[in-house]
């Protein structure tokens, strides 16, 4: 009997100790509003909420990646930004192929990984730090 009550209350703080851990290690969510799309030469962003850009365009080719935050285009190893400057503190990464871009969620969003795929390759879609968003 004291057994099944010794195996009762490790359960019990176990569990107690995972909770407060996960509680702990939550992303704070960045209220921010982007439009991507295609342009001839790459993709450009449109930031209308949390951003200190508004128009951020480049060329990514197959393979390759970028970076972008609250402040433009980001180093993809270090994060660090200056937290004082009032905008949202938001870190994802871009990846694009000739009819997809994949979106990797790296501080600041509820959403690890975004696809956006397209037939012909023309892109139009909003996304903030929930998701997709549907605007038109």
Not at 33 to 47: A, P, Q, R
Request: hydrophobic fraction near 35%.
């Amino acid at each position: 009997m004291n057994y099944n009550l010794l195996i009762l209350i490790s359960l019990v703080l176990g569990t107690h100790s995972v909770s407060v851990a996960q509680s702990e290690t939550e992303t704070k969510l960045a209220p921010f509003l982007i439009l991507v799309e295609s342009t001839d030469n790459g993709l450009k962003f449109t930031c209308p909420k949390g951003c200190g850009w508004t128009d951020l365009s480049f060329t990514l080719y197959e393979g390759e990646s970028q970076g972008v935050n609250q402040e433009g285009m980001a180093n993809m190893i270090s994060n660090q930004l200056n937290q004082e400057n009032g905008l949202a503190d938001f870190h994802f990464e871009v990846k694009k192929d000739d009819k997809n871009i994949y979106l990797k969620g790296m501080k600041g969003t509820a959403w690890l990984n975004l696809s956006f795929m397209s037939g012909d390759g023309k892109f139009h879609q909003y996304f903030d730090e929930y998701g997709t968003r549907n605007m038109d």
